[in-house]
């Protein structure tokens, strides 16, 4: 079993930043990737962002040149840089793992952009 830990989420005013962190560990032999998806009330959960095991990175047009995920210093764990947010961009940010073909989530952080 693989355990997903969040942090970094809370309220955040229109144009602010916020970063948020995932970390993995457990039963761990090969992360292939790690990613972040988002879900506001009423909608579906979209892929926002995803780091490969290459090192390579991927970010969704409806967030590129405000969000840029990047894998941190720590072992199996990444971090999502969001800047110039705005209202839309609220939502329940996940973050989820694939693992040995097996996929894994966070519990999901809130992240209410309002004034």
């Known amino acids: 079993q693989v355990q997903v830990v969040e942090s970094g989420g809370g309220l955040v005013q229109p144009g602010g930043s916020l970063r948020l962190s995932c970390q993995a560990s457990g039963n761990i032999v090969s992360i292939n990737r790690m990613a972040w998806y988002r879900q506001a009330p009423g909608t579906q959960r979209d892929l926002v962002a995803v780091?490969?095991?290459?090192?390579?990175?991927s970010v969704m047009d409806f967030v590129k040149g405000r969000f840029t995920i990047s894998r941190g210093n720590a072992k199996n764990w990444v971090s999502l840089r969001m800047n110039s947010l705005k209202p839309e961009d609220t939502a329940v940010y996940y973050c989820?793992?694939?693992?040995?073909?097996?996929?894994?989530w966070g519990q999901g952080l809130q992240v209410p952009v309002s004034s």
């Open positions: 989820n793992v694939h693992e040995r073909g097996r996929d894994y």
């Open positions: 780091w490969f095991s290459n090192n390579s990175t």
